[in-house]
Protein backbone atom coordinates (compact mmCIF):
# COMPACT_ATOMS: atom_id res chain seq x y z
CA UNK A 1 0.00 0.00 0.00
CA UNK A 2 1.25 3.17 -1.07
CA UNK A 3 2.25 5.54 1.83
CA UNK A 4 -0.93 8.22 2.54
CA UNK A 5 1.45 11.23 1.38
CA UNK A 6 2.00 10.02 -2.00
CA UNK A 7 -1.79 9.38 -2.13
CA UNK A 8 -2.66 12.94 -1.69
CA UNK A 9 0.20 13.95 -4.31
CA UNK A 10 -1.46 12.05 -6.68
CA UNK A 11 -4.86 13.05 -6.60
CA UNK A 12 -3.84 17.19 -6.03
CA UNK A 13 -4.18 17.85 -10.01
CA UNK A 14 -7.49 16.82 -9.62
CA UNK A 15 -8.20 18.72 -6.69
CA UNK A 16 -6.64 21.76 -8.44
CA UNK A 17 -8.47 21.56 -11.10
CA UNK A 18 -12.02 20.55 -9.70
CA UNK A 19 -11.41 24.10 -7.06
CA UNK A 20 -10.27 26.18 -9.79
CA UNK A 21 -13.06 28.92 -11.48
CA UNK A 22 -10.35 29.24 -14.00
CA UNK A 23 -9.96 25.92 -15.48
CA UNK A 24 -13.83 25.59 -14.92
CA UNK A 25 -14.79 28.52 -16.87
CA UNK A 26 -12.70 28.38 -19.65
CA UNK A 27 -14.19 24.66 -20.56
CA UNK A 28 -17.72 26.11 -20.84
CA UNK A 29 -18.26 26.97 -24.57
CA UNK A 30 -19.42 30.09 -25.81
CA UNK A 31 -22.92 31.32 -26.97
CA UNK A 32 -23.28 30.70 -31.02
CA UNK A 33 -24.20 34.51 -32.54
CA UNK A 34 -27.69 35.07 -33.38
CA UNK A 35 -27.36 37.58 -35.38
CA UNK A 36 -28.01 40.71 -32.70
CA UNK A 37 -24.39 41.16 -32.82
CA UNK A 38 -23.90 41.01 -36.57
CA UNK A 39 -26.47 44.06 -37.05
CA UNK A 40 -25.61 46.23 -34.55
CA UNK A 41 -21.68 46.15 -36.40
CA UNK A 42 -23.51 46.34 -39.47
CA UNK A 43 -25.94 49.30 -38.22
CA UNK A 44 -22.44 51.39 -36.68
CA UNK A 45 -21.72 52.60 -40.29
CA UNK A 46 -25.57 53.83 -40.74
CA UNK A 47 -26.12 57.53 -39.59
CA UNK A 48 -28.98 56.52 -37.53
CA UNK A 49 -27.56 53.37 -35.60
CA UNK A 50 -29.94 53.43 -32.53
CA UNK A 51 -32.97 53.39 -35.31
CA UNK A 52 -31.32 51.15 -37.50
CA UNK A 53 -30.28 48.60 -34.58
CA UNK A 54 -34.27 49.54 -33.56
CA UNK A 55 -35.88 48.17 -36.91
CA UNK A 56 -33.57 45.32 -37.96
CA UNK A 57 -32.76 43.87 -34.89
CA UNK A 58 -36.47 41.69 -34.74
CA UNK A 59 -35.04 40.06 -38.31
CA UNK A 60 -31.69 38.70 -36.28
CA UNK A 61 -33.01 35.27 -36.63
CA UNK A 62 -33.33 35.15 -40.06
CA UNK A 63 -30.27 37.24 -41.75
CA UNK A 64 -27.78 34.80 -41.13
CA UNK A 65 -25.46 36.97 -40.94
CA UNK A 66 -25.80 38.00 -44.63
CA UNK A 67 -24.77 41.29 -45.70
CA UNK A 68 -27.37 41.09 -48.95
CA UNK A 69 -30.17 39.56 -46.52
CA UNK A 70 -29.56 42.21 -44.16
CA UNK A 71 -29.98 44.83 -46.73
CA UNK A 72 -33.28 42.96 -47.59
CA UNK A 73 -34.50 43.52 -44.42
CA UNK A 74 -33.38 46.96 -44.46
CA UNK A 75 -35.49 47.83 -47.33
CA UNK A 76 -38.53 46.23 -46.52
CA UNK A 77 -38.34 48.43 -43.62
CA UNK A 78 -38.50 51.35 -45.34
CA UNK A 79 -41.00 49.88 -47.62
CA UNK A 80 -43.70 49.91 -44.63
CA UNK A 81 -42.32 53.32 -43.44
CA UNK A 82 -42.48 54.79 -46.86
CA UNK A 83 -46.36 53.19 -46.86
CA UNK A 84 -47.40 55.04 -43.98
CA UNK A 85 -46.00 57.98 -44.92
CA UNK A 86 -47.95 58.12 -48.23
CA UNK A 87 -51.20 56.39 -46.66
CA UNK A 88 -51.42 59.44 -44.60
CA UNK A 89 -50.71 62.59 -46.55
CA UNK A 90 -52.79 61.15 -49.25
CA UNK A 91 -55.74 61.17 -46.63
CA UNK A 92 -54.94 64.24 -45.18
CA UNK A 93 -54.85 65.96 -48.53
CA UNK A 94 -58.30 66.85 -49.10
CA UNK A 95 -58.84 68.82 -45.23
CA UNK A 96 -55.70 71.00 -45.46
CA UNK A 97 -56.20 74.33 -45.91
CA UNK A 98 -56.57 75.62 -49.36
CA UNK A 99 -53.20 77.61 -49.06
CA UNK A 100 -51.24 74.09 -48.12
CA UNK A 101 -52.92 72.30 -51.12
CA UNK A 102 -49.99 72.81 -53.20
CA UNK A 103 -46.98 71.73 -50.90
CA UNK A 104 -49.28 68.73 -49.30
CA UNK A 105 -50.20 67.88 -53.33
CA UNK A 106 -46.72 67.28 -53.79
CA UNK A 107 -45.66 65.40 -50.98
CA UNK A 108 -48.18 62.73 -52.53
CA UNK A 109 -46.60 62.56 -55.42
CA UNK A 110 -42.96 62.27 -54.24
CA UNK A 111 -44.35 59.98 -51.35
CA UNK A 112 -45.90 57.96 -54.01
CA UNK A 113 -42.89 57.80 -55.80
CA UNK A 114 -40.79 56.92 -53.25
CA UNK A 115 -43.28 53.82 -52.46
CA UNK A 116 -42.82 52.06 -56.15
CA UNK A 117 -38.79 52.93 -56.08
CA UNK A 118 -38.69 51.36 -52.72
CA UNK A 119 -41.44 48.01 -53.67
CA UNK A 120 -39.45 47.87 -56.98
CA UNK A 121 -35.75 47.20 -54.91
CA UNK A 122 -37.05 45.49 -53.09
CA UNK A 123 -37.88 43.22 -55.45
CA UNK A 124 -34.73 43.03 -57.08
CA UNK A 125 -33.11 42.46 -53.92
CA UNK A 126 -35.01 39.11 -53.61
CA UNK A 127 -34.02 38.00 -56.64
CA UNK A 128 -30.48 38.76 -56.02
CA UNK A 129 -30.54 36.04 -53.15
CA UNK A 130 -29.77 33.68 -55.77
CA UNK A 131 -27.38 34.97 -57.92
CA UNK A 132 -23.68 34.38 -58.15
CA UNK A 133 -22.23 37.13 -56.17
CA UNK A 134 -20.79 39.34 -59.27
CA UNK A 135 -23.62 38.72 -61.26
CA UNK A 136 -25.90 39.95 -57.95
CA UNK A 137 -23.67 43.07 -57.00
CA UNK A 138 -23.83 44.52 -60.67
CA UNK A 139 -28.01 44.25 -60.25
CA UNK A 140 -27.70 45.83 -56.67
CA UNK A 141 -26.45 49.17 -58.36
CA UNK A 142 -30.02 49.38 -59.32
CA UNK A 143 -30.57 48.94 -55.90
CA UNK A 144 -28.82 51.69 -55.20
CA UNK A 145 -30.21 54.21 -57.76
CA UNK A 146 -33.82 53.19 -56.68
CA UNK A 147 -33.17 54.03 -53.34
CA UNK A 148 -31.31 56.67 -53.67
CA UNK A 149 -34.12 58.18 -55.77
CA UNK A 150 -36.59 57.38 -53.08
CA UNK A 151 -34.43 58.90 -50.39
CA UNK A 152 -34.45 62.40 -52.71
CA UNK A 153 -38.33 62.12 -52.59
CA UNK A 154 -38.95 62.02 -49.13
CA UNK A 155 -36.56 65.06 -48.82
CA UNK A 156 -38.21 66.99 -51.12
CA UNK A 157 -41.48 66.16 -49.29
CA UNK A 158 -40.03 67.34 -46.51
CA UNK A 159 -38.27 70.75 -47.89
CA UNK A 160 -41.49 71.35 -49.53
CA UNK A 161 -43.54 71.42 -46.62
CA UNK A 162 -40.89 72.93 -44.09
CA UNK A 163 -40.76 75.84 -46.49
CA UNK A 164 -44.83 76.53 -46.73
CA UNK A 165 -45.47 79.06 -44.12
CA UNK A 166 -48.95 78.72 -44.99
CA UNK A 167 -49.03 74.90 -44.31
CA UNK A 168 -48.19 75.48 -40.90
CA UNK A 169 -50.44 73.27 -38.45
CA UNK A 170 -50.82 69.73 -36.61
CA UNK A 171 -51.27 68.00 -40.18
CA UNK A 172 -47.91 69.97 -41.43
CA UNK A 173 -46.13 68.67 -38.52
CA UNK A 174 -47.23 65.39 -38.72
CA UNK A 175 -46.79 64.58 -42.46
CA UNK A 176 -42.95 66.01 -41.78
CA UNK A 177 -42.57 63.75 -38.97
CA UNK A 178 -43.60 60.59 -40.83
CA UNK A 179 -41.69 61.72 -43.59
CA UNK A 180 -38.55 61.73 -41.83
CA UNK A 181 -39.12 58.71 -40.31
CA UNK A 182 -39.34 57.07 -43.59
CA UNK A 183 -36.12 58.95 -44.54
CA UNK A 184 -34.13 58.22 -42.06
CA UNK A 185 -34.74 54.08 -42.33
CA UNK A 186 -33.92 54.53 -46.21
CA UNK A 187 -30.60 56.69 -45.30
CA UNK A 188 -29.88 53.22 -43.53
CA UNK A 189 -31.01 50.81 -46.05
CA UNK A 190 -29.43 52.51 -48.81
CA UNK A 191 -26.26 52.54 -46.26
CA UNK A 192 -26.20 48.61 -45.89
CA UNK A 193 -26.85 48.28 -49.73
CA UNK A 194 -23.51 49.94 -50.22
CA UNK A 195 -21.80 48.01 -47.43
CA UNK A 196 -23.18 44.64 -49.46
CA UNK A 197 -21.82 46.43 -52.53
CA UNK A 198 -18.36 47.59 -51.63
CA UNK A 199 -17.78 44.07 -49.29
Same mark, same amino acid.
Request: net charge positive; charged share 20%; with cysteine.
Given at each position: ??P????????? #??????? +??? =?????????? @???? &???? /? +???????L???? %? !??? #??????? *????????????????? @?????A?? /???? &???? @?????P????? =???T????? !???S?K?????????????K???S??? /??? +?A??? *?? $?T?????????? %?? $? #?????????A $?????? /????L?????????
Amino acid at each position: MEPPQRCLLALS #PVLIFLL +SPI =SASASVPSAP @SNGV &DFIR /T +SCSGTLYLNLCY %A !TLS #PFAGSIN *NSQAQLAEAAISVSLKK @SKTAAAYV /TRQK &DAVD @SKAAVPVEDCV =STLTDAVDQ !TRDSLKLMKEIAGMPNESAKFKASNVQ /TWM +SAALT *NQ $GTCIDGLEEAAA %AD $G #PVKAEVIRRA $GVAKKV /TSNALALINKYVNA
